[in-house]
């Protein structure tokens, strides 16, 4: 009797707490996520201009988590526009970068399981899923104006555009994934089948119709740049119908976003980080180091893509890694003749430049020595490049990268010295240009030799080689350079036999046509060298016609006589109708494919 | 205060000893003494029972017991958990002196903790193996969990030799791609076993089938580990000192590499074989390659420029001999290192109260230079009896200090750690140059491996140091005579700190002048769970007997950490360019360089973003009857709601039902002698599994990180604008991941008890796997979520035999064996999708097992251009070089061919533990096998494929691979129409300077070897002291024993150690993981004082 009320007591209790306990912690597993934000917080006008700017920052094509070390995601293109072409080699060991071997040796067939391939294509959706998150995200916000809206579509859908452009060229038929396609709409499986070129004008043209002139940040893209990216695509498309009043007015009319009327440049300021967006630069990517970015596997906000693409060795300009060294047939392509014009047939043969056993001493475009590191040519600041330089003579050739390359005086300012653990004397805050001027022109050249003027045509490269003629922009010998200013201070003995003239007054119209297009593609390649457009080219050139694969057989063909990457790999050949295209990863292949359906068609000749 | 109390009351836990008064219905009063016939010390607690009565006594502290009995006839029934019961007759006497109980382990009568509550051995229907802790400690090692192998039918362990490393564990096969390591449950709190001393668990339980484990609801589905530390024991206080010191020797067979001049040759072969002219930095141009007397200045010979000592200079010239002979690089980094533990346990109390107390000192240092771990631990438990025993109070506190710095991969340098490195490394470079700084492929040409002694030199100052502190108070209250509560509250607080200093590697090919930069963490974990039980147990009709339990708990976790980083320190040593840890701060960095996160968590397994958190909030019941110990009914019943699914999805219940037909009770069988028990089981049930859910996968969220969502859009080269991005996707879809466990098993003794046998067949389901499906490139970049996507199966058999034999009474013997078989299989994936793959290397698909291989099949080597014609088409082919299986018969050989090649997964897996006394005399050994699993030996993919980055290469390929000749069998090269392969039993595919499809470029199958083994994991020979020697000293036990650990491994395997660890897509694949075969010779020595 006197304990059954204590047991009641604590039983009923018990009961009690439990019952209370229930209802306590049920509320207790609603837990709010921590250090991220939610739709709520980012769907205003800060949130929306703060995903613009997550929008931009992976045009460097790096800091992607999961992606592997991404040199095949690379903004610049390097390895898919220059080592792919005739420009350089991989470099490094034979097959260091076995991804980068097979792309060089266009044996991608079995190789759509590269990890390159797949590194570009998921980056490139990346910057694609993140455009279109400024427009899902910006249609639910209240706090933004029409005209605000419109122009931060404008950017979005340029940003949107260009991804496409590149993936486009890559691997042409790549999917268009506007905002309605995404993980949560559940409709990600998009076909490959489908031409993506009025997609792609279209986000351009918007950007164009929407986009202010200048802009309050030099790097945002504005209504002149979205313009020459428009312009670009129908170049690819070969309107030049279409393309010529563009150019025309962005040459007459167009300014940076910094309002700067656009305008040729000393040419190494174009490679110059402390002058980065001159008048010259029309779209570039924005690097940054040292602003405490970077972290253990990746470099951050600099230049992580070109980080393979310097001088290897203790002494050379950032130490590692010896790729993309420039081709025999690169630097021959800047010998000039007596009256300082290329040689537009026989360049490639005869002696070699720079080759110790059979010197070639006649003239020389002087952008050669801003493009290529030659042996006993100063190297910017760093001395006289040499060829101890060179990682594997035997398949690497006598040359080094340059144009990404930083200044001795400048490493720790516009290099990294952060808390990376590999590669931090390679990246820099050197821009990639996108666009510079110069390419505007000789589109626009080409536009007038296809359906305007030859002497207009002219009247353009000429302005290109009257910039490479001034001696004030040249590399001398026995001279300090000025790292700020991207020129030497004593201009008297330049480093090599320099001439390089405008052609003569009427020499396009005089030869005809065919002439007028060889100069014009030469003079691109002279001038646009190593900076990941040179497949591209080849490959709008081509247009079904063979010329690519002439080109680049042709080149392998006497590569293979030298010490070049196609001695080791001699088994190289480009084959017509496929290798104008990369293939699609096979991994997204599997993905896209894994229900049965096929979504995803690989490109024509590869597995 | 109860007079009397059921013979079938249950102990809750072991700890729990119900005090009982002497019944005051005496007629006659008889004492005794219980002790321990194997130690002689008293056993307090025993039950002593008058039989046929509802008469008890339990005996004291001291062993001693008062009973009264009704005549002097009476029978006295004792027992006690731990030793197998006697049955005395009085007769007639007042006192009956000693009476010897013998220990009984695994006696029927020993009674485990299972979930929430603890249960006889024989009334048990669900499946638990009881591990032999005694064996378990046989086995020197820092992880607890490490030591389960083989230990216990069911249970896959495989171990890294790294100190301290993680251990994969997986109870009854893998239940999914992810993490599925086992819930562990100390004293009833979610603990971890990995930092657990060793020395202070009385008990381990695996919990594998629902029947036993669904309880644990959402969490139980990898299985349950219920760990029972020691507890203190009423009486006088009794020190105890275990220890032991030894030695671990690395194996000696490093990998099997090239010399300098087969290096060197083989070389050359490389370029000929592919009709190139050879030319080298080191060796030359010549026809036959040349070893120089020195590799910096590259190629020189003694008396050439550059090789005057006064020269030298780091960087421009840094002289370096060759080593003509090469260097082991495996034994510049293995070297023989100290093992010791040392433990101190104290234990006594008083009439309510008792303790147990114990610290530990370990300290294993690795056998790779500059690896250690070296734990601290301390342990108090003690117990309170209150209200006439009627209340129990107490705490189990565990405190354990560690420094454990792990050995990293430097990450971008080919993921290289030192022990992949010294696979790469060529043996032409020397340790050191001839000033003493480190050598390295700084020396030209000769690959971009770096250097194994110097990373792991440059390590020995990082530090990982771990303080946690675990465990949990309770209290018990005995409500009514049947009825119990108990609350516990209880759970972890770890904090963590680790830097590391990573120096600029002057001696290396790349990245020799990358500024130093040095990383430090901070952060800590936290989680606490309190539960609440009712427990009611009874008897009717002394027949049915009856246990009920409900219960709630609430669980929450949290964690948060930070990181931070500076580049460009001060160097205080400019000959090698070193920093003094003195000024491993971050102020001595350069501002410029910094950066700074929150980080990751050190959580082994987790690699979740910090912060997080998450809470489970639970309620569950239990109800088990048998009928007269023969006919068993049990079920369990669970609700779990967890805060990481949408509250949509939150709220699951769990159930389970088993059933015992213990047959040997039955009459048809009481005459059957040879058969001393036997019981038939089976159960059904279902759980859940959480380990691998993000905690926020439900939402989308958006996030900014410096590294990915900052953009200089102001062209400033060093500001960069603050950008968001989106960072991960939700999914609010997402649940548990659900298991449903069908068991069927039996557990017999028989033939006097000498054999204990325990066989089961069982079957797991595991539907809605939780895990990240492949992400679709056209969604961009977030993280996918975690989905439910698809279901696996297990099937498997569990076996356990001991046998308790002995010569005569001085000789005795136990044997015990373990065999564990799993097979896994993936059953389905979501409609419509085939296969995810993981890695190029591992695909999941129906019908294969997770993590099997993934690759082109090889042949054989092509033998000449005309079999290269009327094989197949594929890419690459010729001579000397890999032809691959055309699985899909299109006459191509494209991705379709490729196939699966390999399963990771060990056909079954064994443990033997055999163990012999004599006299004072005891041996035991442990032996572990792991057979039918295949390994893919990536370390091949470098030392066979030397083209790749010139580093070293294998003795294999150097000496044994294919050669081509001509038509009249002279030497020739790949670009020879008529090339065959010289010898057309080759299997190693042709040294080359050109990598593709059909040699270097495609996963297949030459990677692919065989990776069973048989390991005498531990060797003891001991000699306990007689007590009559060493009593006088107050030494109650002395024994000394030797050991040896690893004493040897049969294995086909060609790679340093089979024993590959890893994640659940990526496990059996050696790149270069720490060897856990290492020979350890230790001398210990087991002292109880008192």
Not at chain 1, 586 to 599: C, R
Not at chain 2, 69 to 76: D, Y
Not at chain 2, 804 to 814: S, V
Request: net charge negative; with cysteine; proline share 5%.
């Amino acid at each position: 009797m006197k304990r059954l009320p204590i047991k009641w007591i604590f039983t009923g209790s018990g009961l009690f707490l439990l019952i209370i306990m229930m209802y306590a912690c049920n509320k207790k597993l609603d837990k709010e996520p921590q250090g991220a934000l939610s739709l709520s917080n980012v769907a205003t006008k800060t949130g929306v201009n703060a995903l613009l700017i997550g929008a931009y920052a992976i045009l460097d094509g790096e800091n992607v988590p999961d992606a592997g070390n991404a040199y095949g995601s690379a903004g610049s293109n390097w390895v898919y526009g220059s080592i792919a072409a005739d420009d350089s080699y991989k470099g490094s060991t034979p097959t260091d970068q076995p991804d980068a071997t097979q792309i060089e040796s266009w044996s991608l067939s079995q190789g759509s399981t590269t990890a390159y391939l797949n590194e570009k294509w998921t980056l490139l959706y990346g910057g694609i899923q993140r455009a279109n998150d400024v427009l899902r995200v910006m249609r639910q916000a209240t706090d933004i104006d029409p005209a605000d809206t419109a122009a931060i579509t404008g950017e979005a859908r340029f940003l949107r555009g260009f991804y496409h452009f590149d993936g486009k060229k890559v691997f042409n038929n790549f999917p268009y994934v506007d905002e309605s396609i995404s993980f949560e709409n559940g409709n990600l499986l998009v076909a490959n089948d489908v031409d993506i070129w009025p997609m792609i004008e279209a986000d351009f043209q918007y950007a164009v119709n929407n986009l202010p002139e200048t802009q309050p940040n030099i790097g945002r893209i504005n209504k002149w740049g979205a313009m020459a990216f428009l312009a670009k695509a129908y170049m690819f498309e070969h309107k030049y119908d279409q393309a010529k009043p563009l150019l025309d007015d962005i040459i007459v009319h167009g300014v940076t976003s910094g309002g700067e009327k656009y305008a040729l440049v000393n040419f190494e300021s174009n490679f110059n980080a402390p002058q980065k967006n001159g008048p010259e630069s029309v779209f570039a990517c924005q690097m940054s180091v040292n602003d405490g970015s970077s972290t253990a596997n990746d470099g951050g906000n600099g230049n992580m893509g070109d980080v393979l693409n310097y001088p290897n060795g203790t002494g050379a300009p950032g130490g590692c890694c010896g790729f993309n060294n420039p081709s025999w047939n690169l630097a021959n392509a800047y010998k000039t003749d007596v009256n300082g014009l290329p040689l537009l047939d026989g360049w490639n043969s005869g002696t070699v430049v720079s080759d110790s056993s059979n010197l070639y001493t006649g003239n020389l475009d002087p952008r050669i020595d801003w493009t290529i590191g030659r042996p006993g040519i100063p190297y910017l600041d760093w001395g006289l490049d040499n060829v101890a330089w060179v990682r594997d003579p035997a398949s690497n050739g006598n040359f080094n990268p340059k144009k990404n390359v930083y200044a001795l005086s400048q490493a720790g300012t516009y290099s990294s010295t952060e808390t990376v653990f590999w590669g931090a004397t390679q990246i820099t805050a050197n821009n990639y240009n996108f666009i510079r001027f110069s390419d505007v022109l000789l589109w626009a050249a080409e536009c007038e030799a296809e359906v305007g003027s030859l002497d207009k045509a002219e009247d353009y490269v000429n302005q290109v080689r009257n910039r490479a003629a001034d001696p004030t922009g040249w590399v001398y010998k026995n001279s300090a350079y000025n790292a700020a200013q991207g020129v030497y201070t004593n201009q008297t003995t330049p480093a090599d036999k320099y001439l390089v003239s405008p052609y003569p007054v009427g020499a396009f119209a005089g030869n005809g046509q065919d002439y007028a297009r060889k100069a014009i593609r030469f003079e691109r390649r002279l001038e646009l060298a190593m900076e990941g457009h040179r497949f591209f080219d080849l490959q709008r050139w081509d247009n079904g016609s063979g010329y690519m694969a002439d080109v680049l057989n042709t080149y392998v063909g006497v590569e293979k006589t030298r010490h070049s990457f196609y001695y080791i790999v001699n088994t190289a050949t480009f084959t017509k109708g496929t290798n104008e295209y990369f293939a699609i990863p096979q991994k997204q292949i599997d993905a896209e494919n894994s229900t049965g359906v096929v979504y995803l068609k690989q490109n024509h000749g590869y597995n | 205060m109860p007079k009397k109390t059921s013979g079938l009351v249950k102990c809750y836990c072991l700890f729990i000893m119900l005090a009982c008064s002497l019944s005051v219905m005496a007629q006659q009063a008889v004492t005794g003494k219980i002790i321990n016939s194997n130690d002689r010390q008293p056993v307090a607690g025993a039950t002593i029972q008058v039989s046929g009565t509802q008469t008890f006594a339990q005996s004291g502290n001291d062993g001693s017991f008062s009973i009264t009995v009704p005549n002097a006839n009476s029978i006295l029934l004792i027992s006690v958990v731990g030793f197998d019961k006697r049955e005395i007759p009085v007769s007639g006497r007042a006192d009956i002196g000693e009476v010897q109980l013998t220990a009984t382990d695994a006696s029927l009568n020993q009674v485990v903790v299972t979930g929430y509550t603890a249960q006889r051995k024989k009334d048990i229907t669900g499946s638990v193996a009881v591990v032999n802790v005694a064996n378990l400690k046989a086995v020197p090692g820092g992880t607890t969990e490490s030591l389960l192998q083989g230990q216990a039918a069911g249970v896959t362990v495989i171990n890294t030799g790294q100190p301290g490393g993680v251990s994969n564990v997986r109870i009854r096969g893998i239940t999914s791609p992810g993490n599925t390591d086992p819930l562990v449950i100390i004293d009833g709190t979610p603990g971890s076993l990995h930092d657990l001393n060793v020395s202070d668990i009385q008990s381990i339980q695996v919990l594998k089938d629902a029947g036993a484990a669904a309880i644990y609801g959402v969490r139980g589905s990898n299985g349950v580990i219920v760990v029972t530390t020691k507890k203190g024991r009423s009486g006088k206080a009794e020190l105890s000192y275990d220890g032991y010191y030894g030695t671990q020797r690395p194996i000696s067979r490093g990998y099997n590499l090239a010399d300098p001049t087969e290096t060197a040759n083989a070389l050359w072969k490389e370029y000929t074989n592919d009709g190139l002219a050879p030319t080298h930095k080191q060796y030359g141009s010549g026809t036959m390659p040349v070893i120089p007397d020195y590799i910096t200045p590259a190629g020189a010979h003694e008396g050439d420029p550059g090789t005057d000592p006064s020269t030298y200079a780091l960087y421009t010239n840094q002289i370096t001999k060759a080593n003509k002979t090469g260097t082991d690089w495996f034994h510049e980094i293995f070297k023989p290192a100290l093992i010791q533990s040392h433990n101190l346990s104290l234990t006594g109390g008083g009439d309510k109260s008792a303790y147990y107390f114990s610290f530990n000192y370990f300290d294993q240092q690795g056998t790779l230079i500059n690896t250690y771990l070296k734990r601290y631990t301390a342990r108090i438990n003690t117990s309170f009896s209150l209200l006439d025993d009627r209340l129990k109070i107490g705490e189990h506190v565990a405190v354990f200090y560690k420094q454990n710095p792990g050995y990293l991969n430097l990450p971008g340098v080919n993921n290289a750690n030192s022990i992949g490195a010294s696979s790469r490394e060529p043996g032409i470079i020397p340790v050191y140059d001839i000033k003493g700084n480190f050598a390295g492929t700084g020396s030209q040409d000769l690959g971009n491996s770096p250097q194994p002694v110097a990373i792991q030199s440059r390590q020995a100052n990082n530090t990982n140091s771990d303080w946690q502190i675990s465990g949990n108070a309770f209290a018990e209250l005995t409500v009514a005579k049947h009825l119990t509560a108990r609350t516990v509250i209880g759970g972890t607080v770890d904090n963590f700190y680790y830097n590391n200093f990573i120096y600029t590697a002057y001696e290396n090919a790349e990245n020799a002048q990358n500024p130093n930069s040095y990383l430090e963490n901070y952060g800590w974990n936290s989680s606490y769970t309190w539960t609440n039980t009712l427990n009611y147990t009874n008897t009717f009709a002394d027949k049915h007997h009856l246990t009920a339990l409900v219960g709630s708990e609430y669980i929450n976790n949290n964690s948060r950490s930070v990181s931070a980083s500076r580049g460009s320190y001060y160097i205080t040593d400019p000959t090698n360019l070193t920093v003094d840890p003195n000024l491993w701060t971050l102020n001595f960095g350069s501002p410029g360089s910094q950066t700074n996160s929150n980080g990751l968590t050190n959580i082994p397994g987790n690699s979740q973003q910090t912060p997080y958190q998450l809470s489970i909030f639970s309620i569950f019941g239990r109800v088990d009857y048998n009928f007269n110990d023969k006919y068993y009914l049990s079920g369990t019943l669970r609700r779990d709601g967890s805060s990481v699914f949408d509250p949509a999805k939150r709220f699951g219940y769990f159930p389970s039902v088993t059933a015992g037909w213990r047959i040997s009770q039955e009459s048809f069988l009481q005459n059957a002698s040879w058969l001393n028990d036997l019981k038939i089981r089976g159960g059904w049930g279902k759980m859940g599994a959480i380990n691998n859910i993000n905690p926020t996968n439900a939402f989308t969220l958006y996030q900014s990180a410096a590294n990915q969502s900052y953009y200089d859009i102001n062209g400033t080269s060093s500001s960069p604008t603050q950008g968001i991005i989106t960072y991960q996707y939700g999914n609010p879809a997402t649940t548990w991941e659900e298991d449903i466990i069908t068991n069927i098993g039996f557990d017999a003794t028989f033939l006097q008890n000498k054999f204990d046998l325990t066989a089961e067949w069982y079957r797991k389901s595991i539907s809605g796997l939780i895990f990240v499906p492949q992400p679709i490139g056209t969604g961009g970049l977030a993280a996918v979520p975690f989905a439910n996507a698809g279901d696996i199966s297990n099937q498997g058999i569990d076996l356990s035999l001991t046998y308790h034999g002995g010569i005569h009474q001085e000789l005795k013997f136990d044997i015990t064996g373990t065999f564990t078989s799993y097979n896994n299989k993936v059953e389905s994936l979501p409609a419509g999708i085939n296969y995810y793959d993981f890695d190029n290397s591992v695909r999941l698909a129906p019908g294969h097992p997770v993590s099997a291989f993934y690759g082109y099949k090889v042949l054989g080597l092509f033998q000449d251009y005309a079999d290269v014609t009327k094989s197949p088409v594929q890419d690459g082919a010729a001579p000397g070089r890999f032809k691959y299986q055309d699985v899909n018969g299109d006459n191509k050989i494209d991705n379709a061919d490729r196939t699966y090649i390999g399963d990771p997964n060990p056909k079954f897996s064994a443990g033997l533990n055999l163990a012999v006394s004599y006299r004072n005399f005891d041996l035991a050994t442990f032996f572990y096998a792991s057979v039918g699993a295949d390994i893919q030996n990536s370390i091949r993919s470098s030392t066979d494929f030397p083209q790749q980055f010139n580093n070293a290469m294998s003795k294999d390929i150097a000496l044994h691979s294919a050669t081509l000749v001509n038509a009249s069998g002279d030497p020739t090269n790949i670009l020879d129409p008529t090339a065959r392969v010289a010898d057309p039993n080759s299997s190693i595919p042709m040294l080359e300077r050109i990598a593709n499809f059909s040699n270097a470029t495609a996963f297949n199958s030459y990677l692919i070897e065989k990776g069973s083994y048989l390991r005498c994991k531990s060797l003891i020979a001991g000699y306990t002291f007689p007590t009559a020697a060493i009593s006088r000293y107050r030494i109650d036990r002395l024994r000394i024993y030797v050991q040896a650990a690893n004493l040897f491994t049969v294995t086909g395997y060609s790679g340093i150690d089979p024993e590959l660890p890893g994640s659940n897509t990526s496990f059996g694949v050696d790149g270069g993981g720490y060897p856990n075969n290492q020979k350890n010779f230790n001398v210990g020595i087991n002292l109880t004082f008192h």
